[in-house]
């Protein structure tokens, strides 16, 4: 039985090399003002933690960014942004919304039942460091929010 040989395809063998684990790195996902947006985020989020061998931080990651792009479909009438970030030991997470009102940080105490107004006293408890900022309209862009909070490695 004759067999054919293989072709040969320039360059083939040269892939580029993984980013070494210490070494800074940075994702952003656009996304529209849409309800499915928030679970596209975390599903991403889970791939991108998951490829750089991040896992440990997958779980209050995906709380944390599941209640910041979700205050942000519910509040905002205009595209959202999530943005991770990856300085060894610490993961930074930042989404970024059209409305400049920043959120409370130390809202009233919600009802047991409320199905809201939880988000801000969870974002306290789970992230090791918090904040955000408004941005101004200008050169860089339509203006609005940034909330960010940091998980450290083996925190």
């Known amino acids: 039985m004759r ?4 072709p ?7 892939h580029p090399v993984p980013i070494p684990f210490a070494e800074p790195w940075q994702y952003e996902l656009a996304f529209p003002c849409d309800p499915r947006s928030p679970r596209i985020a975390r599903t991403t989020l889970r791939a991108i933690l998951g490829a750089h061998e991040l896992t440990e931080l997958s779980y ?5 960014t599941s209640e910041l792009t979700t205050n942000s479909v519910r509040h905002t009438k205009g595209p959202a ?3 991770l ?3 060894h030991p610490v993961l930074r997470i930042s989404v970024w919304d059209m409305s400049p009102d920043l959120p409370k940080p130390y809202a009233p105490p919600v009802a047991p039942h409320a199905e809201a107004g939880r988000g801000m006293a969870i974002l306290e408890l789970v992230a090791d460091r918090w904040g955000g900022c408004a941005i101004g309209e200008g050169a860089l862009g339509p203006g609005g929010k940034t909330v960010w909070f940091e998980l450290a490695l083996g925190a």
Request: without cysteine; hydrophobic residues 35%; proline residues 9%.
């Open 3 to 6: 067999t054919e040989p293989t």
């Open 60 to 64: 209050r990651a995906e709380l944390l």
């Open 85 to 87: 970030q990856w300085r």
């Open 81 to 83: 942004a999530v943005r």
């Open 8 to 14: 040969y395809v320039p360059y083939a063998h040269q």
